[in-house]
């Protein structure tokens, strides 16, 4: 009648019981008590699990890449899991999380501080040519079920002076690196953009969103010739297209910040994305 098994009703009224009678009051206080203590992390009480995540850091891997890989390492021990947002959280709280600073200055996006998100603003029309919107973005592509769905992005070299362009697939992972040799101007960016996805089969070929950074003004032409509608962010909120942020990120292991990124062909592109 209440809706919980009557080995659990049972344990509840031995542990709270007086000379034969149910003191609830008691119960209260102690299940209030129990919640306002706060719980141990997985990675403090079991070593052999904090051990293999920090082999992982040290090792560049990503939380993400560390928590997939314990499933595949460990399949039939179910102490050996951890989420990769725990390994965050005891990265960001090293005293809450059992990661020693020196082990979280490790993580590969070389941060031990979240990034705080802005609130966007407002919309406006950044382009002549009509624009869709992320929130036009069909619930197909949102839940990631079907494959050929892109977000992409700009890793600025020197000065602004070079960049390569990210394409990250949302509901694989899987990533391409665009050269562009001849600049990041809108033209050079919708040739690059449209080379890259032409190599793909037609059903890879689904959606791409992207910010309203000015190297997009050719999207229109880039979807008349990939058959590929663009969906565009809201301003100031790149946690839209947040697989491709997160890879960005990544990226800066290989290509720092103040690099020249014009130095890398098209082969060292390809060498860097099967990495990841």
Not at 222 to 242: E, K, L
Request: aromatic share 6%; hydrophobic share 35%.
């Amino acid at each position: 009648m209440i809706g919980r098994a009557t080995s659990t009703v049972s344990r509840e009224v031995r542990a709270h019981s007086a000379g034969g009678l149910y003191l609830p009051y008691q119960a209260d206080a102690a299940a209030a008590a129990a919640r306002a203590r706060p719980k141990q992390s997985k990675l403090v009480s079991n070593q052999r699990l904090r051990e293999q995540v920090k082999d992982g850091l040290l090792q560049r891997l990503s939380p993400e890449q560390i928590s997939h890989r314990l499933v595949t390492d460990f399949p039939d021990d179910e102490s050996m899991r951890v989420s990769h947002e725990t390994i965050y959280q005891a990265l960001y709280f090293q005293a809450r999380g059992g990661l020693k600073k020196e082990v979280a200055q490790a993580l590969r996006t070389g941060r031990t501080r979240r990034k705080p998100h802005r609130v966007p603003g407002e919309r406006y029309q950044r382009f002549a040519d009509p624009m869709l919107m992320i929130s036009d973005r069909p619930a197909t592509i949102n839940d990631r079920a079907v494959p050929g769905h892109w977000e992409g992005d700009l890793i600025m070299g020197a000065l602004n002076k070079s960049a390569i362009a990210t394409l990250v697939e949302r509901a694989t992972r899987y990533t391409l690196l665009v050269h562009l040799p001849h600049g990041h101007t809108a033209e050079a960016v919708r040739d690059g953009l449209i080379a890259t996805m032409m190599t793909l089969p037609a059903h890879l070929r689904g959606s791409l969103t992207w910010d309203q950074g000015a190297e997009m003004a050719g999207h229109q032409q880039f979807s008349i010739a990939t058959d590929m509608q663009v969906y565009f962010c809201d301003p100031a909120s790149p946690w839209q297209r947040g697989t491709n942020e997160n890879t960005n990120g990544l990226l800066r292991q290989y290509f720092p910040k103040g690099t020249d990124l014009s130095i890398y062909g098209p082969e060292d592109l390809e060498h860097v994305a099967q990495q990841l």
